[in-house]
């Protein structure tokens, strides 16, 4: 059974082990080189209460993690996050990802985030439903806004607003 906790620094070879995977394989990210656990040392650090990083474990081995981070360093920007979330290749379709989903958008209510922001490739369905059917809604589409592998690429813009929160 796969459970969730928050992520600590001894976390951070297995985190950019999977990070750089998706980075040399795959579109999910918009990385081109692949990362070191020192570079991701300085990237956790960034993270604070109101930006948790969790990790799914699977007998005691972690198979994907989902982050919350600032979406940018101007003040009027503090109750908004961007969501990131991996999961080991041979992992997907364990519905881990739903799980991590859900705890870490719960995480972002209780910290008292009033939207999350997500940027998802052309093509990576999977991704965009899985978002809807945690309450984001699609807000935009940026035209060839990245190039990987070859090609341009268009990102969509999902947004969440956590309802009922106060301010």
Request: negative net charge; hydrophobic residues 40%.
């Amino acid at each position: 059974m796969v459970s969730i906790r928050r992520a600590t620094q001894d976390d951070l070879s297995a985190i950019t082990e999977i990070y750089n995977y998706a980075i040399l394989k795959t579109t999910a990210t918009f990385d081109t080189e692949p990362k070191t656990v020192e570079e991701q040392k300085a990237w956790f650090e960034d993270h604070g209460s109101q930006n948790p990083i969790l990790v799914a474990e699977l007998d005691t081995v972690i198979v994907g993690w989902a982050a919350l981070s600032k979406w940018s360093d101007r003040c009027a920007y503090s109750d908004t996050a961007e969501i990131s979330l991996y999961v080991k290749e041979e992992y997907q379709g364990q519905k881990i990802g739903k799980i991590l989903m859900e705890r870490i958008l719960e995480e972002g209510r209780e910290a008292g985030l009033h939207t999350v922001i997500a940027r998802i490739v052309e093509g990576n369905e999977i991704s965009i439903h899985l978002h809807e059917s945690n309450g984001f809604v699609q807000i935009g589409i940026m035209k060839e806004v990245g190039k990987k592998f070859g090609k341009l690429l268009d990102v969509y813009l999902l947004q969440k607003i956590y309802e009922n929160q106060v301010y």
